[in-house]
């Protein structure tokens, strides 16, 4: 059954193609139409179809529109009631259902030859928990949705047995903790729907003082639900201009919503437990990225083992759609392999990327020996390989690399990107020294939890360690990503830490790297040292110096 999943209506539009049950591709429309997020969610861009994305997976896959057996749309607009009847100020959502119930139309005429008639809607809340329960490596799970909202409802809690799930709690609106995070952020001087992980950041830097006066605006109800809604925020402290300074007010606002989430979370997930006994906990929506709460979920919480969908937001619904869909048709889907799930090119078609730029490369024995030295020298490498990721972290594939030994290069990397100073950039370090260094949940694959720095290794890798001593790193298996794995071998050779600076391969307010184009482009506008693009290495310092004696 070949199936294609569609994400579009409030934001992070994307495409997942499954067939037979197997994943075999899925993109974020933002890494073909290079807008951030692929939209902005508001009613008037709900009509928008990731048509990229989606003529993508059809081409990754030799099929047609006319080919396809289902489409599934990640949200069902008959569960949808007023947005005045849900508490929600948004005057304009009615347009928004509007265009949810033409989806089908609107995928038809983006994709030629496909029958409307195939289309079939998703409920919002249940693509999520597919993405999770059923991409995950667990077939009987727990699993818990948070979000911003869906139709009616922010949350959902049920448990997946092989292909069924069966929801046992869902959380109408307008109460909301994904809605609460995004009106901090916005409060904070940050865009909404889009730089929530920075207030995460912050709060690192703050103290949770507020902690006991929020807690009468958030927290859970005891019976799988929440209260999430009308916070004060200006009685706490001044709103943040955007550009300006931010505060230990600021800060201390940070912290303290962060730490009443994560009491939330802890009181729900505890009684998910009691009620389906699973020793698995798989997670998804928005919510479920915030890496600092999904910590003390694996540490503090009941369950044994945990999973957390690596495009854990509404890009992810595309894919749990599709395997949603698959499940009712009686398919028991395959576990997701990896997140590297987007475009890929051939070492020819890099070759002659590189030569239509007429920028001139180096073809090394390995590439791996190349990089490993260069960052040795202290170095800062674009790194540009194989399939891109699906989701919002870069996994080796799509990264910039720098020494972990060197404090400076935390204020070096935020320079080259031009984001805040406050944030972290985070390590890749390989498995099985993994828990020499940090401590915390491993395997962690997809850089979806933090771990503390143990003090030993704090002063040898600074410029991975955060301001409160922890680090969200992602492990890396040689049988997975073995290249990735000879390259920490390599420079761990040359200077005794098997830990590299790993953070994403864009500057700010732009998408990922995905294409070589990308890639060439940030190269070209970033101090960058070196481009190591398949196995091809193109260093700055012959590119500019070939360019200024011509």
Same mark, same amino acid.
């Given at each position: 059954?070949?199936?294609?999943?569609?994400? !579009?209506?409030?934001?992070?539009?994307? /495409?997942? +193609? =499954?067939? *037979? %049950? &197997?994943?075999?591709? #899925?993109?974020?429309?933002?890494?073909?139409?290079?807008?951030?997020?692929?939209?902005?969610?508001?009613?008037?861009?709900?009509?928008?179809?990731?048509?990229?994305?989606?003529?993508?997976?059809?081409?990754?896959?030799?099929?047609?529109?006319?080919?396809?057996?289902?489409?599934?749309?990640?949200?069902?607009?008959?569960?949808?009631?007023?947005?005045?009847?849900?508490?929600?100020?948004?005057?304009?959502?009615?347009?928004?259902?509007?265009?949810?119930?033409?989806?089908?139309?609107?995928?038809?005429?983006?994709?030629?030859?496909?029958?409307?008639?195939?289309?079939?809607?998703?409920?919002?809340?249940?693509?999520?928990?597919?993405?999770?329960?059923? !991409?995950?490596?667990?077939?009987?799970? /727990?699993? +818990? =949705?948070? *979000? %911003? &909202?869906?139709?009616? #409802?922010?949350?959902?809690?049920?448990?997946?047995?092989?292909?069924?799930?069966?929801?046992?709690?869902?959380?109408?609106?307008?109460?909301?903790?994904?809605?609460?995070?995004?009106?901090?952020?916005?409060?904070?001087?940050?865009?909404?729907?889009?730089?929530?992980?920075?207030?995460?950041?912050?709060?690192?830097?703050?103290?949770?003082?507020?902690?006991?006066?929020?807690?009468?605006?958030?927290?859970?109800?005891?019976?799988?639900?929440?209260?999430?809604?009308?916070?004060?925020?200006?009685?706490?402290?001044?709103?943040?201009?955007?550009?300006?300074?931010?505060?230990?007010?600021?800060?201390?606002?940070?912290?303290?919503?962060?730490?009443?989430?994560?009491?939330?979370?802890?009181?729900?997930?505890?009684?998910?437990?009691?009620?389906?006994?699973?020793?698995?906990?798989?997670?998804?929506?928005?919510?479920?990225?915030?890496?600092?709460?999904?910590?003390?979920?694996?540490?503090?919480?009941?369950?044994?083992?945990?999973?957390?969908?690596?495009?854990?937001?509404?890009?992810?619904?595309?894919?749990?759609?599709?395997?949603?869909?698959?499940?009712?048709?009686?398919?028991?889907?395959?576990?997701?392999?990896?997140?590297?799930?987007?475009?890929?090119?051939?070492?020819?078609?890099?070759?002659?990327?590189?030569?239509?730029?007429?920028?001139?490369?180096?073809?090394?024995?390995?590439?791996?020996?190349?990089?490993?030295?260069?960052?040795?020298?202290?170095?800062?490498?674009?790194?540009?390989?194989?399939?891109?990721?699906?989701?919002?972290?870069?996994?080796?594939?799509?990264?910039?690399?720098?020494?972990?030994?060197?404090?400076?290069?935390?204020?070096?990397?935020?320079?080259?990107?031009?984001?805040?100073?406050?944030?972290?950039?985070?390590?890749?370090?390989?498995?099985?020294?993994?828990?020499?260094?940090?401590?915390?949940?491993?395997?962690?694959?997809?850089?979806?939890?933090?771990?503390?720095?143990?003090?030993?290794?704090?002063?040898?890798?600074?410029?991975?360690?955060?301001?409160?001593?922890?680090?969200?790193?992602?492990?890396?298996?040689?049988?997975?990503?073995?290249?990735?794995?000879?390259?920490?071998?390599?420079?761990?050779?040359?200077?005794?830490?098997?830990?590299?600076?790993?953070?994403?391969?864009?500057?700010?307010?732009?998408?990922?790297?995905?294409?070589?184009?990308?890639?060439?482009?940030?190269?070209?506008?970033?101090?960058?040292?070196?481009?190591?693009?398949?196995?091809?290495?193109?260093?700055?310092?012959?590119?500019?110096?070939?360019?200024?004696?011509?």
């Amino acid at each position: 059954m070949r199936i294609l999943g569609i994400n !579009a209506l409030f934001h992070d539009p994307a /495409a997942a +193609l =499954v067939i *037979d %049950g &197997r994943t075999v591709a #899925a993109a974020e429309e933002e890494r073909f139409s290079r807008r951030k997020h692929g939209k902005r969610p508001v009613p008037f861009a709900a009509w928008e179809q990731p048509v990229l994305s989606a003529a993508w997976c059809l081409e990754r896959a030799g099929l047609r529109p006319a080919d396809l057996d289902a489409v599934a749309f990640s949200y069902d607009p008959a569960l949808a009631r007023p947005a005045p009847s849900l508490g929600l100020d948004d005057p304009w959502d009615t347009l928004r259902q509007t265009y949810a119930r033409e989806a089908p139309h609107f995928l038809a005429d983006a994709l030629p030859g496909l029958d409307p008639e195939r289309v079939r809607f998703v409920p919002h809340h249940v693509a999520h928990a597919a993405s999770a329960a059923l !991409a995950g490596p667990y077939r009987d799970s /727990a699993v +818990l =949705v948070l *979000d %911003g &909202r869906g139709e009616c #409802a922010s949350h959902l809690a049920g448990r997946y047995r092989g292909g069924d799930l069966t929801v046992l709690a869902a959380q109408e609106l307008p109460s909301s903790l994904g809605l609460v995070y995004e009106d901090l952020t916005e409060h904070l001087g940050f865009l909404r729907s889009s730089d929530e992980y920075k207030v995460m950041a912050l709060a690192a830097y703050g103290k949770p003082r507020f902690l006991t006066e929020l807690r009468g605006y958030l927290h859970a109800t005891g019976d799988g639900g929440f209260v999430a809604r009308g916070v004060p925020w200006e009685s706490f402290t001044e709103p943040r201009v955007p550009g300006q300074e931010w505060t230990p007010d600021h800060a201390d606002l940070a912290a303290s919503t962060q730490a009443c989430l994560e009491e939330v979370l802890l009181d729900l997930v505890r009684w998910l437990h009691g009620r389906t006994g699973a020793e698995s906990l798989a997670l998804a929506g928005g919510v479920a990225l915030n890496c600092v709460a999904n910590s003390r979920i694996a540490e503090e919480g009941p369950f044994h083992r945990m999973w957390v969908q690596p495009a854990a937001g509404d890009a992810g619904t595309a894919l749990g759609g599709a395997l949603q869909l698959a499940a009712s048709g009686g398919r028991l889907p395959d576990p997701m392999e990896g997140a590297d799930l987007g475009r890929e090119w051939s070492d020819e078609e890099l070759r002659d990327w590189l030569e239509r730029a007429r920028i001139p490369y180096e073809h090394p024995p390995d590439i791996a020996e190349t990089v490993a030295g260069e960052l040795a020298r202290d170095g800062i490498v674009a790194w540009f390989q194989g399939r891109s990721e699906y989701g919002p972290r870069a996994l080796g594939h799509r990264s910039l690399l720098a020494h972990p030994g060197r404090a400076e290069n935390l204020e070096r990397l935020n320079h080259v990107k031009g984001r805040e100073e406050f944030r972290p950039v985070a390590p890749m370090v390989l498995a099985d020294r993994a828990a020499d260094i940090f401590e915390g949940p491993v395997p962690s694959p997809y850089m979806l939890f933090v771990h503390r720095v143990t003090r030993a290794w704090r002063d040898r890798i600074p410029a991975v360690v955060h301001v409160d001593g922890t680090a969200r790193i992602q492990t890396v298996d040689p049988a997975r990503e073995p290249l990735v794995a000879r390259m920490l071998a390599a420079f761990e050779r040359r200077t005794g830490l098997p830990v590299v600076v790993n953070t994403s391969l864009n500057t700010a307010g732009r998408p990922m790297v995905d294409d070589p184009r990308d890639a060439l482009e940030c190269f070209g506008s970033a101090p960058v040292d070196l481009l190591a693009i398949g196995p091809y290495a193109v260093r700055r310092s012959r590119a500019y110096a070939t360019r200024e004696a011509s």
